[in-house]
């Protein structure tokens, strides 16, 4: 749990990775994700609101920010799984919205994970375990199903889109053939 809620201040400038947000005496560096920073780039010299998580250790003292208050509580959920840390916790909140993070958990959606830069299979699996208690396992007919649309030729990016609909669609995956059969209308609608 952070100390401070938020900040509330005039945004004087924008770096690469971080912002600094002036009060009346005092100047703060935030370190922010990408798309915040995109965003508060239209903002300069005006007042914004930054919700804020420090981390202070033996060297430092950072404070991240974020422009929505549960992407920041995310952010220190993550932060605080051993092998995440900081940088792996900002890049997942940056790519992911909370709701989207929390369906990538409720499907076991590990690949979704692994396009964040830094993720790793080993972190996303300490993820999961850690959020669900579990390990995510692909059914051996979900690894059927994907093997049959490589072999006809579609990408794994394909696939992976394909796969959270069908995932949508069945509850389980018994009938295999039919399930192709969904997976080749939605992937003919595409092109």
């Known amino acids: 749990?952070?100390?401070?809620?938020?900040?509330?201040?005039?945004?004087?400038?924008?770096?690469?990775?971080?912002?600094?947000?002036?009060?009346?005496?005092?100047s703060f560096r935030v370190i922010c994700g990408e798309k915040d920073l995109s965003f508060l780039s239209n903002n300069v010299g005006q007042k914004v609101k930054i919700y804020i998580s420090e981390?202070?250790?033996?060297?430092e003292i950072k404070i991240f920010?974020?422009?929505?208050e549960s992407k920041r509580d995310l952010f220190e959920d993550l932060k605080r799984i051993k092998g995440v840390g900081e940088k792996i916790a900002l890049r997942i909140v940056d790519y992911f919205s909370p709701e989207e993070f929390k369906e990538?958990?409720?499907?076991?959606?590990?690949?979704?994970?692994?396009?964040?830069?830094?993720?790793?299979?080993k972190v996303a699996q300490k993820i999961f375990l850690e959020k669900n208690g579990l390990l995510p396992k692909e059914k051996k007919e979900?690894?059927?199903?994907?093997?049959?649309?490589?072999?006809l030729g579609y990408s794994k990016e394909e696939v992976d889109e394909v796969m959270k609909e069908i995932r949508k669609?069945?509850?389980?995956?018994?009938?295999v053939e039919e399930i192709i059969k969904f997976a080749l209308q939605r992937l003919s609608k595409e092109l």
């Open 104 to 121: 990538i958990l409720e499907s076991e959606d590990i690949n979704a994970l692994l396009k964040v830069p830094g993720v790793g299979k």
């Open 169 to 175: 669609e069945f509850k389980d995956f018994e009938n």
């Open 55 to 59: 981390s202070i250790d033996k060297e």
């Open 1 to 26: 749990m952070s100390l401070f809620h938020f900040i509330e201040g005039k945004l004087d400038k924008i770096y690469d990775k971080f912002v600094i947000v002036s009060l009346d005496f005092f």
């Open 142 to 151: 979900e690894g059927t199903i994907r093997k049959a649309l490589y072999n």
């Open 65 to 68: 920010g974020f422009l929505d």
